[in-house]
Nanobody, 115 residues
Framework: VQFVESGGGLVQPGGSLNLSCAAS????????MGWYRQAPGKQRELVAQ???????WYADSVKGRFTISRDNAKNTVYLQMNSLKPEDTAVYYC??????????WGQGTQVTVSS
């Protein structure tokens, strides 16, 4: 099982990034998928999730700014992030939801929002 996240980088406040996560070794289309993030000194938190049928949920902190989507044919989940704020700075990961330790974490992708 492998999750490979990409698309992070350094962006100014108000900017945008589009993250991608390619999954392998799991029945991807069966699972609810999520984007998690972990800021320095903080616990990992779920910020967005999408069901196999496309129903989405967002944490209040990102609602209206982030959009999660998925392509089951490509085993890939995306996170479009707009109007980025410094408090969005974190390492972003994807995994199944809920995460109960079934699958290990990928390397994540660093998002830094700074002027």
């Amino acid at each position: 099982v492998q999750f490979v996240e990409s698309g992070g980088g350094l962006v100014q406040p108000g900017g945008s990034l589009n993250l991608s996560c390619a999954a392998s070794g799991i029945p991807f289309s069966f699972y609810r998928m999520g984007w998690y993030r972990q800021a320095p000194g903080k616990q990992r938190e779920l910020v967005a999730q999408i069901t196999s049928g496309g129903t989405t949920w967002y944490a209040d902190s990102v609602k209206g700014r982030f959009t999660i989507s998925r392509d089951n044919a490509k085993n890939t989940v995306y996170l479009q992030m707009n109007s980025l704020k410094p408090e969005d700075t974190a390492v972003y990961y994807c995994n199944v939801v809920p995460w109960a330790g079934t699958y290990s974490w990928g390397q994540g992708t660093q998002v830094t929002v700074s002027s």
